[in-house]
């Protein structure tokens, strides 16, 4: 997977912050097989959030930080794939991340909310497929 940078700057409960992402696989991570004999870098994620120059938030992410949402079978074939910002809400500014198996559809999405003091609460999110079931559609 190759390296990915963004940048955004938000105004959150009045004030402008600066978002920075940056996704790498990192060779010192656990590499991950698939079924089929592939093996996969894991990734690691860098969250920085700044109020003018003050810094707000920083962190790297691996999909260890997850541990708490994802069983361990989960974990061993998984990376951690990619962060975005998603929106802002009263409690935070929240940010979507999806821990996948490698080169597949199968993800589970996780919800990252920083205060505006930089204090931070994850959440797994429902899939789709889980909210509508196809019978009620």
Do not use: C, W
């Not at 992410?61 to 069983?71: G, I, N, P, V």
């Not at 079978?73 to 935070?92: R, Y």
């Amino acid at each position: 997977m190759q390296v990915s940078k963004s940048e955004t700057d938000i105004q959150f409960k009045g004030k402008d912050y600066h978002i920075f992402l940056s996704r790498t696989p990192s060779d010192s991570l656990p590499h991950v097989n698939t079924e089929m004999g592939d093996e996969y870098l894991d990734n690691q994620i860098v969250l920085k959030i700044t109020r003018g120059n003050e810094r707000v938030f920083s962190k790297t992410f691996t999909k260890r930080s997850f541990a708490s949402l994802l069983d361990e079978e989960f974990m061993s074939k998984s990376i951690l794939e990619g962060m975005v910002f998603d929106k802002s809400t009263p409690q935070g500014m929240v940010f979507a991340a999806s821990i996948s198996y490698p080169q597949t559809d199968l993800y589970v999405p996780v919800s990252i909310t920083i205060t505006a003091d930089g204090g931070m609460s994850l959440k797994k999110e429902e899939l789709m497929e889980d909210v509508y079931s196809e019978d009620s559609i």
